[in-house]
């Protein structure tokens, strides 16, 4: 026998679940009959898909109602009965409000069909219907209202879920519907769904605004190397270029390395360096967008004092990442150094481009390693531990005779993260510009670069790696 389209609100019941019904039945007999409604099941599909496998005769009960209480009876009779996550409650009051609404919507049209009739045959039209029609109507209002309930809180209430829910699957419904047999299936959750979309809005985007930045400048050079210290070449950007939606910097570490005026220029005592290091944040502060963010890359001894100078300057602090670079420096008397901070800090937490695209999302291990269901198909994003190897003489990307060249996976990332095509990128520590490598090659579209530089033989190594893209 066929299923009536009411009792699809429902999912079917899982294959374990049904075969322990149908033991059940084997042993005790059915206990209840199946109803049937226009000559189809209304209620029952699985004590009817039981008795089957059971090899038990299925009992029939015919419902005389109307459509309206058809639909309610299939509602009342099983929402109780089944054991339905929140989301899959929520994709049921989807399905119900649909039914509700189209059967509220024929007896509207039946009724103004006999009232044409009506006065058509030289009778006086009064409105007036069968009975229990025009109170059925009048009870249910607006399509998005059933008889059930007014509100998405009630409706939700009723399959145990909740409002927002009921009403993401209803865009969710009206934006990717394939997606909603998934959910009844219990493969994905509203959540999940809801964020694929946002994905997939968000990528579109991107990709659309790439295709005008390419098409707006494609003869004009999207990289600019300022020779200068940090604080005239941040006031040249504030002045001139700006304002940048990224600032990635990566300062000297005051801890003795050669930059190119001798180790000791990198040795200043803490409380010159940490005044110098709160005068540039504040620089580049003024250089940025709104909306816009700080990143930050700084070595063990001063992370907590950049963490404190960041918040100072009036930033909030949106994460605080450990890049493990696998290997590092082997130490006799304490752990071995193998990690480096990056601050990842925004001027307006309530306002900043973040975006969740394929460089910043993986799958989860329990996704991967224990096949756990409630594992998001579609991934994760990453963990604030970030395990990119550091960079070894022998590979290819390594710049010769530059001590602190940062990796472009490093870099990637947080410009595609944190930025849009077409965006201002400024590094005020530019170096051997990773950071503009990984700004102007950008997928889906390039960003504008400006790195700023005040060693001129990294101006120079700068400039050749930029000129060969």
């Not at 009960?61 to 009876?73: M, V």
């Not at 039209?125 to 059925?136: M, V, W």
């Not at 960079?391 to 530059?402: A, H, K, Q, V, Y």
């Amino acid at each position: 026998m066929e299923f009536h389209r009411f009792a699809d609100v429902f999912p079917m019941m899982p294959d374990a679940e049904l075969q322990a019904l149908a033991d059940d039945i084997r042993r005790n007999g059915l206990r209840e009959p199946m109803i049937t409604f226009e000559a189809k099941i209304l209620d029952g599909r699985n004590r009817y898909r039981a008795c089957t496998l059971a090899g038990v005769a299925a009992q029939f009960k015919p419902f005389t109602g109307t459509p309206l209480e058809a639909l309610k009876l299939v509602w009342s009779e099983n929402y109780l009965r089944r054991h339905l996550t929140s989301s899959q409650g929520a994709v049921a009051s989807h399905k119900y409000e649909i039914l509700n609404s189209e059967i509220v919507e024929g007896e509207r049209t039946a009724a103004k069909e006999r009232q044409r009739k009506g006065a058509s045959e030289g009778g006086k039209a009064s409105g007036r219907t069968r009975r229990g029609e025009t109170k059925a109507v009048q009870r249910i209002g607006q399509p998005s209202r059933t008889h059930a309930t007014d509100t998405d809180a009630k409706l939700a209430a009723v399959t145990g879920t909740n409002r927002q829910y009921v009403a993401d699957v209803r865009k969710i419904a009206a934006v990717k519907p394939q997606a909603l047999e998934e959910i009844e299936a219990g493969k994905k959750t509203v959540p999940q769904v809801r964020r694929e979309i946002q994905v997939e809005q968000r990528k579109q985007e991107l990709a659309a605004k790439a295709k005008v930045v390419e098409a707006s400048f494609p003869d004009q050079p999207l990289w600019t190397l300022i020779h200068a210290d940090v604080f005239d070449g941040l006031s040249s950007v504030r002045d001139h270029h700006g304002p940048a939606r990224l600032i990635f910097a990566d300062p000297p570490y005051n801890i003795g390395i050669d930059y190119g005026n001798g180790a000791k220029a990198d040795r200043l005592p803490d409380r010159d360096y940490l005044t110098w290091a709160e005068q540039w944040i504040g620089a580049a502060k003024e250089c940025m967008t709104g909306d816009g963010s700080l990143w930050v890359m700084i070595c063990d001894e001063y992370a907590a004092e950049y963490v404190l100078a960041i918040k100072r300057a009036g930033f909030t602090v949106r994460n605080w990442i450990k890049w493990y670079e696998t290997f590092g420096v082997n130490c006799a008397t304490q752990f071995n150094r193998t990690s480096r901070h990056i601050i990842y800090a925004v001027e307006d937490p309530k306002r900043y481009v973040f975006n969740m695209v394929d460089e910043v999302t993986r799958q989860s291990d329990r996704q991967t390693k224990y096949g756990d269901k409630r594992a998001n198909p579609g991934g994760k994003l990453w963990d604030d531990v970030w395990q990119i190897p550091r960079l070894t003489g022998t590979c290819s990307e390594r710049i010769p005779d530059f001590p602190t060249q940062v990796p472009l996976a490093v870099m990637r990332p947080i410009i595609a993260v944190a930025s849009e095509p077409g965006d201002l990128i400024v590094d005020p520590f530019s170096g051997s510009a990773s950071t503009g490598v990984a700004a102007v090659t950008a997928k889906p579209g390039p960003r504008k670069y400006i790195g700023i530089e005040k060693q001129k033989r990294f101006i120079e190594a700068a400039h050749n790696r930029l000129a060969l893209l």
